[in-house]
């Protein structure tokens, strides 16, 4: 059973960066599990943790917040903010008791295809162990 | 026609089973009805799609919304597009029939159920019922008033009469069996091929809903003598001591459907000048202002339409009875336009209508 | 103390809000204004559209922060510029003063006359009628409410 399940991702991704790094990892034919649903944003900044709770709460099993590295972004300073609210939510996550690895934020460039591709392959994997969201079946 | 509907179990459970027939049958895709929570510490109006989840309560006595404001969030963008049955109390279909005139729900496609109400109790009081007793049980025995809300206890009519299909209580031993009155074609189709036989006891179902209404009507006369007292502006300003101007009252309240009410726009968002000008116009002035101006004004905006379900009531975090004063309120104003609410879909609201030869006492003279 | 009260009572100088509809009352009260007619200076006019525009909270704010009357002037019934809205008003008015008295909130400090554009004499004589009653009625206590 545990084998079959294939966790669901929402990836939000930055318009400058990480969106164009997946969009790398396309074109350079690298593979990664089809997983994962891209949003695109204007930045990572724009991720507001709503957009999380609610895919959570819509019994999505992971969720990705991409962006631009410390001292990339094309808005200056979206992506430390960005930081500081994932780790909030997922401080919130735990008090929830919903597993606070279910959010992962990263860093990923335009340029960087292959580190795209190996951060959702390593995310599902890690969904995979943690079994589907529980909330799935609730209605909320 | 009146059909009876025999009980299996207990009567919470023979409707839904009733319910589960429609579903499964595919007449209906969707059953939207007060379901319990799985603490059983509340019930609300639930959307069910799929027969095994369906486990609903629609005489569990409590009001947490109206489902009249719920069909109308439904349905306000686009009426439904597969046919779902919607069941609901008197004073919620009144509500209904009221956002209906105001074009904020579309009844396409949605079959109206209605069923007698015995009455609910405050959400403090139903989520932790003293005892052991089951809450719907108690009123289902016609007991438990001294803890219902004082709206129920002043219920204007608690039959649907407008319903598309009612179901029946009062007037019925529900030991053996209740009742399905079908009032429409709509409602008639529902229930054509489930082979009911007829009620047979139409007399008794008349005379005890008169009953319930004579004593619903002398309950409301009592109450309306017994507050007649707060009148004046010393007594209002006292009943509203305790507002804190949250607007909780108008948010619960299922005629209040403007999206942005105007005390909640810019109207009110003026510069600290113009609080001063307030202080320095009295001397003194209690911030939150503006408190009583809403509930007066509030009151002008949906007093004709007021299905007086009590939901302000319930809604308020100070404990204010606002019941005391809008039930003389609403029977007065409607009295005065010749106006029930709920009482015909067809029936015009005061508000867009007027005749030339009417109150000539005010504008002359 | 009484003695002081019962001197604001003669003395006291109502305080009126009118709002009178841009097609017929307020060209009234212009003609009223243009022919020099004299009429007691207690009237503050806010123009409006149409007497059909003046809702309930328009009234009820005037009333609460203390004016003594609030006076509703539209066009005769049949001349309205929008064809009803007199007859509306004249629907919220009946309202309101409805609401005020199931609440005794003084209902008799809110007229509603039907003033043309020619019936300047009509507007002066209006403002001196309503600025008579009220000063029998004496100040609205709202005036003096803090707490509302």
């Not at chain 2, 008349?206 to 502006?233: C, P, Q, T, Y």
Request: contains cysteine.
């Amino acid at each position: 059973m545990s084998e079959e399940f294939e966790p669901s991702v929402v990836a939000f991704l930055c318009n400058w960066c990480s969106y164009a790094g997946a969009d790398l990892a396309g074109t350079s034919r690298l593979k990664y599990p089809d997983n994962v649903r891209s949003i695109r944003v204007m930045c990572s900044g724009r991720v507001d943790p709503v957009f999380v709770l609610d895919a959570l709460k819509e019994g999505i099993d992971g969720v990705l917040v991409a962006g631009c590295h410390p001292g990339d972004c094309h808005y200056q300073s979206g992506n430390y903010k960005t930081n500081r609210k994932m780790m909030l939510i997922k401080k919130l996550l735990a008090d929830f008791n919903i597993d606070p690895d279910r959010l992962r934020f990263e860093y990923i460039s335009a340029s960087e295809g292959q580190k795209f591709a190996d951060v959702v392959t390593e995310f599902v994997s890690t969904l995979k162990a943690i079994g589907p969201n529980p909330l799935k079946d609730e209605c909320l | 026609m009146i059909y009876g509907l025999k009980i299996e179990n207990d009567v919470p459970k023979t409707v839904n089973n009733f319910l589960k027939q429609l579903l499964e049958s595919g007449k209906v895709e969707a059953v939207l009805a007060m379901q319990e929570t799985p603490s059983g510490r509340s019930a609300f109006p639930t959307m069910i799609s799929d027969p095994d989840k369906l486990d609903t309560n629609v005489f569990a006595p409590l009001l947490p919304v109206s489902t009249g404001a719920m069909v109308s969030r439904l349905t306000k963008v686009k009426g439904s597009k597969k046919p779902l049955a919607v069941v609901l109390r008197a004073c919620e279909l009144r509500a209904l029939t009221e956002l209906l005139k105001l074009k904020q729900a579309d009844l396409e496609n949605i079959v109206l159920i209605g069923v007698d109400c015995l009455g609910t109790f405050p959400m403090k009081i139903y989520s932790n019922y003293p005892g052991d007793e089951d809450p719907t049980e108690v009123v289902l025995k016609g007991e438990g008033e001294e803890d219902m809300r004082t709206a129920c206890l002043n219920c204007k009519d608690p039959v649907p009469e407008t319903a598309d299909l009612i179901i029946g209580i009062f007037g019925t031993d529900t030991g053996k069996s209740i009742l399905l009155d079908t009032r429409t074609e709509k409602g008639q189709e529902l229930i054509n091929d489930m082979g009911l036989s007829e009620f047979g006891n139409e007399k008794d179902r008349e005379k005890a809903v008169l009953d319930i209404r004579n004593k619903r009507d002398e309950a409301r006369k009592a109450f309306m003598e017994e507050h007649s007292d707060i009148i004046g502006v010393e007594k209002l300003l006292e009943f509203f001591d305790t507002c804190v101007n949250c607007h909780n009252c108008m948010k619960a309240c299922p005629i209040c459907y403007c999206r942005e009410c105007l005390f909640e726009s810019d109207v009110f968002d003026v510069e600290a000048s113009k609080y001063m000008a307030k202080a320095k116009s009295k001397g003194a002035y209690k911030t939150p202002t503006d408190s009583l101006l809403f509930h007066i004004t509030r009151f002008n905006h949906m007093i004709l339409s007021c299905v007086e379900c009590g939901l302000c009531e319930q809604a308020c975090p100070s404990d204010i009875p606002l019941m005391d004063i809008i039930t003389a309120i609403a029977e007065n104003a409607q009295a005065e336009f010749e106006y029930l609410p709920g009482r015909d879909p067809e029936e015009e609201m005061p508000m867009v209508v007027y005749r030339e030869d009417e109150f000539q006492d005010v504008g002359e003279g | 103390m009484s003695e002081e009260k019962e001197k604001t009572k003669e003395d006291f100088e109502p305080k009126i809000v009118g709002f009178l509809c841009n097609w017929c009352s307020y060209a009234g009260a212009d003609l009223a204004g243009t022919s020099r007619i004299q009429y007691p200076p207690n009237i503050r006019v806010i123009r409006v559209m149409c007497s059909g525009a003046v809702d309930s909270v328009y009234v009820n704010r005037a009333l609460l922060e203390g004016a003594d009357a609030v006076f509703i002037g539209g066009c005769h019934p049949g001349d309205c510029h929008y064809l009803n809205g007199n007859y509306k008003a004249r629907r919220k008015m009946v309202l309101l003063k409805n609401i005020l008295t199931t609440l005794g909130m003084e209902p008799e400090r809110i007229w509603v006359r039907w003033i043309s554009a020619s019936e300047g004499q009509k507007f002066a004589d209006t403002v001196k009628e309503i600025v008579d009653e009220t000063k029998k009625l004496g100040p609205n206590p709202m005036k003096e409410k803090w707490n509302i």
